[in-house]
Nanobody
Framework: EVQLQASGGGVVQVGGSLTLSCIVS????????IGWFRQAPGREHEGISC????????FFADSVKGRFTVSSDNAKKTVNLQMNNLTLEDTAVYYC??????????????WGHGTLVTVSS
């Protein structure tokens, strides 16, 4: 059974940093790329990042480029999203997803439960 579990959310001040982790089971990083989506209050889901071990690609949305980085640990079956220089606009529920195994196409096939990130002023 494919499972993804995001964790690491919390409250952080503007300009601060936070690391989200996604632990996966039921598949390997060769089967799927791991993406990150977020949903801010009153807004649609936004795909913000992706990492693929299959073709060694990554993706960052313009809204987070230069502030967020993503890494994977195959042994721990974990993907980490490092978020720096956070702004109020980063407040959202963050989800990790399993996507087709290239970040050239970010199309969630499986969703994990979200973790809430709140950026305060």
């Amino acid at each position: 059974e494919v499972q993804l579990q995001a964790s690491g959310g919390g409250v952080v001040q503007v300009g601060g940093s936070l690391t989200l982790s996604c632990i996966v089971s039921g598949f390997t990083f060769q089967d799927y790329a791991i993406g990150w989506f977020r949903q801010a209050p009153g807004r649609e889901h936004e795909g913000i990042s992706c990492i693929s071990e299959r073709d060694d690609t990554t993706f960052f949305a313009d809204s987070v480029k230069g502030r967020f980085t993503v890494s994977s640990d195959n042994a721990k079956k974990t993907v980490n999203l490092q978020m720096n220089n956070l702004t109020l606009e980063d407040t959202a529920v963050y989800y990790c997803v399993a996507s087709p195994p290239s970040c050239r196409v970010l199309a969630p096939v499986h969703w994990g439960h979200g973790t809430l990130v709140t950026v305060s002023s």
